[in-house]
């Protein structure tokens, strides 16, 4: 058996003139390799694909994104052009037709028309020459809100509390409203605390605002305990997993000893029903008031300390600029703005369209600019 094997190999190599014959076959190892080639070359067009695909829909979402600000930003615009309608129509008694740079004498006049205290209006001048341009007064204007904070809603306490003060009159009752329909349309569970038991018509006026709004309230009679109604607020608050509570307290002018210690109490009970509660007190500030509002926001502010300011009625008054003395005055930020009586009639303060606003009144555009 093994002769006929070494026999058969013999007469192979004695056919190919005793060498052993090349086939010119292809390598299994380069089979390999080339489909190693055409694989590599696939997965390498299907990454460029994804990645293409990647950066499509990252574009797509930063597109998404700067539309939503760019629509934001046109909103706030529009909504601070409305507030400042009263306010920017007077200017036209000191500049007739809007201008690309403008004297000196003409904008202090217009600062002071606005209802800008004079120690502000100075401040903001210093330095300034003949003509001012639009750039160089929107850059003085401006860092008069620096005091306004970054807003963080994740990571707040929950629920998160804000104590509502300032006088009667000022739109206290209906901007508490409006603060729990913006909560509510971002599907926050709001609830809210009727703490002004010292007039009956407070407590019916939120009631009606609950009733119409769909969102639950704590009351009771009027008379009774203010601070008793916060904590019963924020204890239900907890009990039942809300987002947001807003406890209203009374309006009487803050001058009143009774008042302070009302404040002071509530302030204190709210402590014990949840740690750190309140966690913002805002002080509604009535716009019509101009400058003399700043008073009343000094006075609350000593008593228990002030996170925020909110304004009312702009819309309603030709003191805009007061809005400049207010922030630089208490240093404190102004959150909100509110005009009319809609419960969306609220919208966050915004210093660079705030004073767009102002300046679209005296100012060219740079559009109208480049025209002329």
Same mark, same amino acid.
Request: net charge negative; proline share 2%; glycine share 6%.
């Given at each position: 058996?093994?002769?006929?094997?070494?026999?058969?190999?013999?007469?192979?190599?004695?056919?190919?003139?005793?060498?052993?014959?090349?086939?010119?076959?292809?390598?299994?190892?380069?089979?390999?390799?080339?489909?190693?080639?055409? #694989?590599?070359?696939?997965?390498?067009?299907?990454?460029?694909?994804? @990645?293409?695909?990647?950066?499509?829909?990252?574009?797509?979402?930063?597109?998404?994104?700067? #539309?939503?600000?760019?629509?934001?930003?046109?909103?706030?615009?529009?909504?601070?052009?409305?507030?400042?309608?009263?306010?920017?129509?007077?200017?036209?008694?000191?500049?007739?037709?809007?201008?690309?740079?403008?004297?000196?004498?003409?904008?202090?006049?217009?600062?002071?028309?606005?209802?800008?205290?004079?120690?502000?209006?100075?401040?903001?001048?210093?330095?300034?020459?003949?003509?001012?341009?639009?750039?160089?007064?929107?850059?003085?204007?401006?860092?008069?809100?620096?005091?306004?904070?970054?807003?963080?809603?994740?990571?707040?306490?929950?629920?998160?509390?804000?104590?509502?003060?300032?006088?009667?009159?000022?739109?206290?009752?209906?901007?508490? &409203?409006?603060?729990?329909?913006?909560?509510?349309?971002?599907?926050?569970?709001?609830?809210?605390?009727?703490?002004?038991?010292?007039?009956?018509?407070?407590?019916?006026?939120?009631?009606?605002? &609950?009733?119409?709004?769909?969102?639950?309230?704590?009351?009771?009679?009027?008379? /009774?305990?203010?601070?008793?109604?916060?904590?019963?607020?924020?204890?239900?608050?907890?009990?039942?997993?809300?987002?947001?509570?807003?406890?209203?307290? &009374?309006?009487?002018?803050?001058?009143?000893?009774?008042?302070? /210690?009302?404040?002071?109490?509530?302030?204190?009970?709210?402590?014990?029903?949840?740690?750190?509660?309140? /966690?913002?007190?805002?002080?509604?500030?009535?716009?019509?008031?101009?400058?003399?509002?700043? &008073?009343?926001?000094?006075?609350? /502010?000593?008593?228990?300390?002030?996170?925020?300011?909110?304004?009312?009625?702009?819309?309603?008054?030709?003191?805009?600029?007061?809005?400049?003395?207010?922030?630089?005055?208490?240093?404190?930020?102004?959150?909100?703005?509110?005009?009319?009586?809609?419960?969306?009639?609220?919208?966050?303060?915004?210093?660079?369209?705030?004073?767009?606003?102002?300046?679209?009144?005296?100012?060219?555009?740079?559009?109208?600019?480049? @025209?002329?």
């Amino acid at each position: 058996m093994f002769s006929f094997f070494k026999k058969k190999e013999n007469n192979d190599n004695s056919d190919n003139n005793g060498k052993k014959e090349d086939l010119d076959l292809p390598s299994l190892n380069n089979e390999k390799e080339e489909d190693q080639v055409i #694989t590599n070359e696939n997965t390498l067009e299907k990454k460029e694909d994804l @990645k293409t695909e990647d950066q499509t829909i990252s574009n797509g979402i930063k597109e998404e994104k700067s #539309t939503n600000n760019s629509d934001e930003k046109e909103s706030q615009k529009n909504f601070f052009s409305r507030a400042l309608e009263k306010t920017v129509s007077n200017f036209s008694s000191i500049i007739p037709k809007k201008k690309e740079i403008i004297f000196f004498n003409e904008i202090e006049d217009v600062l002071i028309e606005a209802d800008m205290e004079y120690e502000v209006i100075e401040q903001v001048m210093e330095g300034f020459e003949n003509f001012i341009s639009r750039k160089q007064l929107r850059d003085r204007l401006i860092p008069l809100f620096a005091n306004v904070p970054k807003r963080e809603e994740e990571n707040l306490p929950k629920p998160f509390v804000q104590l509502i003060i300032g006088v009667n009159g000022a739109g206290k009752t209906t901007t508490i &409203a409006k603060l729990a329909n913006r909560y509510k349309l971002k599907n926050k569970k709001v609830l809210l605390g009727a703490g002004d038991t010292f007039r009956a018509a407070a407590i019916e006026q939120l009631s009606t605002w &609950a009733s119409k709004l769909d969102i639950p309230i704590i009351k009771t009679k009027q008379g /009774h305990d203010a601070s008793a109604v916060a904590y019963d607020t924020i204890s239900s608050g907890l009990a039942k997993d809300f987002d947001n509570v807003i406890i209203d307290t &009374a309006g009487r002018l803050q001058t009143q000893t009774n008042l302070s /210690h009302e404040l002071k109490k509530i302030v204190k009970v709210c402590s014990k029903a949840q740690e750190n509660a309140p /966690h913002q007190k805002l002080m509604i500030l009535d716009g019509t008031q101009g400058n003399s509002a700043i &008073a009343q926001a000094k006075a609350f /502010h000593e008593m228990i300390g002030i996170d925020g300011i909110i304004v009312t009625k702009l819309d309603g008054t030709a003191k805009g600029g007061a809005l400049f003395s207010i922030a630089s005055q208490l240093k404190l930020p102004i959150l909100y703005v509110g005009i009319g009586e809609k419960a969306t009639d609220l919208i966050e303060f915004s210093a660079d369209a705030f004073v767009d606003s102002l300046l679209d009144g005296i100012y060219l555009k740079d559009l109208e600019v480049n @025209k002329t």
